[in-house]
């Protein structure tokens, strides 16, 4: 007879198979919070598989115990395995918590270094939501990103969102005003697919566990897909794709190697296939330009 503690411990598993399906269904046809949680949902029980089986090897013998699991994969959903399932669930929420803390700290940390300045909201664009404060930082290379910052004081469980769009005045002054406004308009696409408080956190993430090549790809995957959806986000906001295109083209010849930050990053960091994604994007820009989809008046 079956242990219902035997068949307890399917769950994760099944709930992990029916995600992964859920998000490659989701991830050309959803909203960005759609795709992004669900991609959250998957890493965290993914991370609770992963710990769980570690914490079962480590605790019979390293090596020999990998190939007795890898003979009898079952071996981990017997009665007994709860003891390591456990230890599983607390090394993956010390991981997501490690990961977290590095996030906000990070992000605290490039303020303080960064010490930008405020900068008034763009008067064509339309007032965010939730608190978003743009700055410009000094810094020749061209970059602008943007990020998701906790803070005490109210709202939900006494905390509350800031988001921060910063542009290097590198950046700010090879542009014309509305070409700085696109670039604005990119970021602003990013918080409002929740890119700052989902995506910036799995690429912290991916970067604590480089030996995880799922981890690394799935957070590679999303980020190319949210960029090129942040830029349509900006033609639609200012219906000026060609404005993004030169922004882009202006960032990419300054000359300047641009610095990977851990933000959602304009440039999307340094390198020759940034290079190429850069020049990816300034094609889109311009065919959706040609389109017309996006013209005054049209578009939302």
């Given at each position: ?55 079962w090897v480590l605790s019979h013998g390293g090596w020999s115990a990998v190939v007795a699991l ?38 605290r940390g490039l303020l303080h270094l960064l010490r930008p300045t405020e900068r008034a909201w ?179």
């Amino acid at each position: 007879m079956t242990s219902p503690l035997f068949v307890a411990l399917y769950v994760p598993v099944l709930v992990w198979v029916a995600t992964g399906v859920s998000l490659l269904f989701a991830f050309r046809r959803s909203a960005p919070p759609v795709v992004l949680r669900l991609a959250a949902t998957f890493l965290a029980l993914w991370a609770l598989l992963a710990t769980t089986t570690l914490a079962w090897v480590l605790s019979h013998g390293g090596w020999s115990a990998v190939v007795a699991l890898a003979s009898h994969p079952l071996k981990i959903f017997e009665p007994a395995a709860w003891v390591w399932w456990l230890e599983g669930a607390v090394g993956a929420f010390l991981v997501f918590a490690v990961a977290f803390l590095l996030n906000q700290l990070v992000g605290r940390g490039l303020l303080h270094l960064l010490r930008p300045t405020e900068r008034a909201w763009p008067a064509t664009l339309p007032m965010p939501r939730d608190r978003t404060t743009f700055l410009v930082f000094p810094s020749p290379r061209p970059e602008a990103f943007s990020f998701t910052l906790l803070e005490l004081g109210v709202g939900r469980f006494g905390v509350h969102r800031r988001e921060m769009i910063l542009m290097s005045d590198g950046l700010e002054l090879r542009l014309a005003p509305e070409e700085v406004e696109a670039v604005v308009a990119h970021e602003l696409g990013h918080i409002r697919g929740l890119d700052g408080r989902y995506l910036t956190f799995l690429r912290t993430l991916s970067r604590m566990m480089r030996w995880d090549p799922l981890l690394a790809y799935l957070a590679y995957t999303l980020t190319r897909r949210e960029e090129f959806r942040a830029d349509e986000d900006a033609a639609r906001l200012t219906h000026n794709p060609m404005a993004l295109a030169r922004a882009l083209y202006k960032a990419m010849a300054s000359g300047v190697v641009s610095a990977p930050v851990p933000g959602s990053t304009f440039l999307g960091g340094a390198g020759q296939r940034a290079h190429r994604e850069a020049l990816e994007r300034i094609r889109r820009l311009v065919a959706m330009a040609e389109s017309g989809r996006f013209r005054e008046g049209e578009g939302g």
